[in-house]
Structure formats: structure tokens, C-alpha cells
């Protein structure tokens, strides 16, 4: 199965190295380009995309509300963000309207095709350490973090569905939260398929958002 991938960047130097990168790639396909926000939107009525990558600081309309209208829509793309610094704010602001995660934009090209690979399957968070890492930086700018916040979101859990959601939130992998709670891989694949179905999120990079939000977890990453 092929995915197919939009390019969204101002800079078009920049489009035509990844397009090249994708282009090598027998199971990627890059069906549309666009310079800013407002182009993007145009061309996704129109074209079936699987995976956006969206830089963040563009004229017209930024990456952080394109993607907010692009997340808005009924099954959307995924949108994987690409920032110039490991810690920026605007980072931050594409994960809570919707992004699946974040990548820089000098990553190595490897690491580039598994997140976009990564990304279409929902399988996995992107560079849990380092979104862990922009969330601690940024939490103490989240709106809930009180037991009111925590009990009204995370209620519908099961205690051992909270387990897992915190060890996601810490940036585990499936296999590393297996070995941990001592469940297998098929478990926890499933507990966290539940989690996202109970809190109506789309992927494991929303689960450490509202984690962080409503104090699930705390700025350094402990339950």
C-alpha cells in the first residue's frame, strides 16, 4: 500500500529535497506540494492524502491552524510537524490542534521515513522522548491540571487502562509497557486501543497531551 504525502512548506528548496528522499521510496508517493496554509486546505478538497508533513512558520495561514482545520475534518490526513528547533513552542501548539507528531527538519533521512511510516500506521508516537521533553517545557502553560480536570477526562478508565496511558505518556513503547506490567504485547496494543476509543483521541502522541493536561502526568514525566 502506497502512502500517499503533501508537502507543505514556504520554502521550496526544502519541498524538493523531501520530495526527492519520498520519490526513492516504493511505498511512498508524494501527490501534492503546497507553500502556506491556505494553499494546503485548497488542495486537500480535492486530493486524498494519507500524511501531511506541515511547517509550522509559513506566510498566509501557519502550520498550527492548518493543521487545527485539517484535524477538524472527518477522517483527515495524518500531519506530522516539522520544526527548525528541538523545543519550540509552535511544536507544542501542532500537537494540541491535532498533529500526530514532530520531526526537525535537519532529521536524518531514515528517521524521516519511519516517522511518516509511523505516523500512517498509528502505531507509534513520534520521538516520545523528545515530545515528553516539549511537554515539559511547555505544561506549566496547559490549561488543567487540577483532580477536577483529571476526574472529569480520565473517569471512563479502568485502573489498569490508567497504567498504561501513564507509561505511554512517559514515551514507552508497547514492548516496553508489556515487559513493565508484565502483559503481553497484544494487551497492551489493546488497552491502549481502548484508551484512545474512551477518550475519543487519535493517536498515542493525544494520549501524552491529555496526560500532561490533566495532571495524569507532571512536568518530568511522572504519574
Known amino acids: 500500500m502506497t502512502i500517499r504525502v503533501m508537502l507543505v512548506d514556504d520554502q521550496v528548496l526544502l519541498r524538493t529535497g523531501?520530495?526527492?528522499?519520498?520519490?526513492?521510496?516504493?511505498?511512498?508517493?508524494?501527490?501534492?506540494?503546497?507553500?502556506?496554509?491556505?494553499?494546503?486546505?485548497?488542495?486537500?478538497?480535492?486530493?486524498?492524502?494519507?500524511?501531511?508533513?506541515?511547517?509550522?512558520?509559513?506566510p498566509k495561514l501557519d502550520g498550527v491552524e492548518t493543521t487545527r482545520r485539517i484535524c477538524a475534518d472527518t477522517d483527515p490526513p495524518k500531519v506530522l510537524i516539522l520544526t527548525t528547533f528541538d523545543l519550540d513552542e509552535y511544536a507544542?501548539?501542532?500537537?494540541?490542534?491535532?498533529?500526530?507528531?514532530f520531526m526537525l527538519k535537519d532529521v536524518p533521512p531514515g528517521e524521516l521515513l519511519a516517522a511518516i511510516r509511523a505516523v500512517h500506521s498509528g502505531d507509534a508516537v513520534v520521538a516520545p522522548s523528545t515530545t515528553r521533553r516539549l511537554l515539559d517545557r511547555f505544561a506549566p502553560m496547559l490549561?488543567?491540571?487540577?483532580?477536577?480536570?483529571?476526574?472529569?477526562?480520565?473517569?471512563?478508565?479502568?485502573?489498569?487502562?490508567?497504567?498504561?496511558?501513564?507509561?505511554?505518556a512517559q514515551g514507552l513503547s508497547n514492548g516496553e509497557i508489556a515487559a513493565r506490567l508484565v502483559l503481553s504485547e497484544a494487551t497492551v496494543k489493546t488497552h491502549v486501543g481502548r484508551i484512545l476509543t474512551k477518550l475519543g483521541l487519535r493517536d498515542r502522541v493525544q494520549v501524552v497531551v491529555l496526560a500532561y493536561e490533566t495532571g495524569l502526568v507532571r512536568a518530568g514525566g511522572h504519574g
Open 18 to 58: 523531501f520530495r526527492m528522499v519520498l520519490a526513492a521510496q516504493p511505498d511512498m508517493d508524494v501527490v501534492a506540494e503546497a507553500g502556506n496554509g491556505v494553499e494546503a486546505l485548497e488542495v486537500l478538497r480535492s486530493t486524498a492524502v494519507d500524511v501531511v508533513l506541515m511547517d509550522v512558520r509559513m
Open 92 to 101: 507544542f501548539s501542532g500537537l494540541k490542534a491535532g498533529a500526530s507528531g
Open 143 to 168: 490549561p488543567g491540571t487540577g483532580k477536577q480536570a483529571e476526574h472529569q477526562e480520565l473517569g471512563r478508565l479502568t485502573g489498569r487502562e490508567r497504567e498504561v496511558m501513564v507509561l505511554v
